[in-house]
Antibody
Framework: EVHLLESGGGLVQPGGSLRLSCAASGFTFSRYAMTWVRQAPGKGLEWVSG???????????AYADSVKGRFTTSRDNAKNTLYLQMSSLRAEDTAIYYC???????WGQGTLVTVSS | QSALTQPRSVSGSPGQSVTISCTGT?????????VSWYQHHPGKAPKLLIYDATERPSGVPDRFSAFKSGNTASLAISGLQPDDEAHYYC??????????FGGGTMLTVL
């Protein structure tokens, strides 16, 4: 059974940093591109970032314009873990962040990030 | 990276049918068959209803169906039930490793 478990959310001040983790199990993690999706309060789902699978030993990440230059996605296939390093956080980054395998349609339960002073 | 276009809301009575549209561009919906639909109840993780534009995962009732033509995908729900009341999102692959979501449609079962 596929499981995706996010962690690392919390309250952070504007301009601060936070690193989210997503522990994956139940599938061959390294083969799949993975995705971060967020939902701000009262808003819809927003694609944040994606990273390719690393079958050939390399990976590539892409970002939404709203987070480009501030967020970095990486993966550790040995640990079956996806990361989202968030810096220069803004109030508008407040959201539930989901780890998603968009190819299989599996989502984690999400972790809440609140950016506030 | 513009979002796919969905109606903000649709409604129907129990037993009736509704259709939700999702309009993208030739760079996403029109280019790839990888369109998915999700049902999202508040406080829960989104649930996959449709993948590859028309395919239903096991366990999803055949009341849910979908099709795609050109830059537009559509989700049809027949035999509406109270538990169908939720937000529905379309999602399209847009080239590795990017995806784009629709703005979401709130379905109200009257």
């Amino acid at each position: 059974e596929v499981h995706l478990l996010e962690s690392g959310g919390g309250l952070v001040q504007p301009g601060g940093s936070l690193r989210l983790s997503c522990a994956a199990s139940g599938f061959t993690f390294s083969r799949y591109a993975m995705t971060w999706v967020r939902q701000a309060p009262g808003k819809g789902l927003e694609w944040v970032s994606g990273i390719t699978g690393t079958d050939d030993g390399t990976d590539y990440a892409a970002y939404a314009d709203s987070v480009k230059g501030r967020f970095t996605t990486s993966r550790d296939n040995a640990k079956n873990t996806l990361y989202l390093q968030m810096s220069s956080l803004r109030a508008e980054d407040t959201a539930i962040y989901y780890c998603v395998n968009a190819w299989t349609g599996h989502w984690g339960q999400g972790t809440l990030v609140t950016v506030s002073s | 990276q513009s979002a796919l276009t969905q109606p903000r809301s649709v409604s129907g009575s129990p037993g009736q049918s509704v259709t939700i549209s999702c309009t993208g561009t030739s760079g996403n919906v029109g280019r790839y068959k990888y369109v998915s639909w999700y049902q999202h109840h508040p406080g829960k993780a989104p649930k996959l209803l449709i993948y590859d534009a028309t395919e239903r995962p096991s366990g999803v009732p055949d009341r849910f169906s979908a099709f795609k033509s050109g830059n537009t995908a559509s989700l049809a729900i027949s035999g509406l039930q109270p538990d169908d009341e939720a937000h529905y999102y379309c999602c399209s692959y847009a080239g590795s490793p990017t995806w784009v979501f629709g703005g979401g449609t709130m379905l109200t079962v009257l």
